[in-house]
């Protein structure tokens, strides 16, 4: 059974810190992460994805890859307002060619205070 | 509007009652998937398609639950004899082969009284 933990939060950061939200995972054969941001009364809406180890950085966005630890996080620079939302982290079997779909975190719910 | 079309976005109804949703991917997307979200989870995985084929369906979560998509298409969900715990966000989700980034609905929130 695939797990994707993530801490539920709330994690408080104020505005213009940056927010780093962090995500372990169980498969060792997960090869492809994602990161969805949710607001409130919403559907997932996909942020960013990373498929190698290190950073891959989009705009204020910035994902990290780390497959020998089995850990995936996001850093959020500047956080804004804006960005207070759960961020669900998703993994992929690549055994499974796409029928399992993704299998996500509980998410971890952000706040940023003004 | 060409991002994925999900109705009704709520629907209220009666312990016992069948109920079914509609899902319209995004025209090109050839593979469709159902999942599920109750309140403080994230969305749990129920069914694929690609195309008009059924290509998993061992995660439906009983034999109350069915889904189709007769002309790889759209797709609906139907949940018979509704319980109180099949209350929950039904999301809807496309993608294209070949491609693992899934592009989600507005979901239906169902609630069972």
């Known amino acids: 059974q695939k797990e994707v933990e993530q801490n539920s939060g709330p994690l408080s950061v104020p505005e213009g810190a940056i927010a780093s939200l962090n995500c372990t995972y169980s498969?060792?054969?997960?090869?492809?992460f994602f990161w969805y941001r949710q607001y409130s009364g919403k559907s997932p809406e996909l942020i960013m994805s990373?498929?190698?180890?290190g950073d891959k950085e989009d705009g204020r966005f910035t994902a990290q890859l780390n497959k020998a630890s089995q850990y995936v996080s996001l850093l959020i620079r500047d956080s804004q307002p804006s960005d207070s939302a759960t961020y669900l982290c998703?993994?992929?079997?690549?055994?499974?060619?796409?029928?399992?779909?993704?299998?996500f975190g509980k998410g971890t719910h952000l706040i940023i205070q003004p | 509007d060409t991002g994925v079309s999900q109705n009704p976005r709520h629907k209220i109804t009666k312990r016992g009652q069948n109920v079914t949703f509609r899902c319209d991917p995004i025209?090109?997307?050839?593979?469709l998937y159902w999942y599920r979200q109750t309140l403080g989870q994230g969305p749990e995985f129920l069914t694929y398609?690609?195309?008009?084929?059924?290509?998993?369906k061992s995660r439906l979560l009983s034999d109350r639950f069915s889904a189709e998509r007769p002309k790889g298409s759209f797709s609906t969900l139907e949940i018979q004899r509704t319980e109180q715990g099949d209350s929950a966000m039904y999301l809807c989700?496309?993608?294209?082969?070949?491609?693992?980034?899934?592009?989600f609905g507005s979901g239906t929130q169902l609630s069972v009284l």
């Open positions: 998703a993994v992929i079997d690549p055994r499974g060619g796409g029928a399992d779909g993704l299998t």
């Open positions: 398609f690609q195309n008009e084929a059924q290509l998993e």
């Open positions: 025209s090109e997307h050839n593979r």
């Open positions: 989700a496309s993608s294209l082969i070949g491609s693992e980034k899934l592009f």
């Open positions: 990373i498929y190698s180890n």
């Open positions: 498969d060792r054969v997960s090869q492809s």
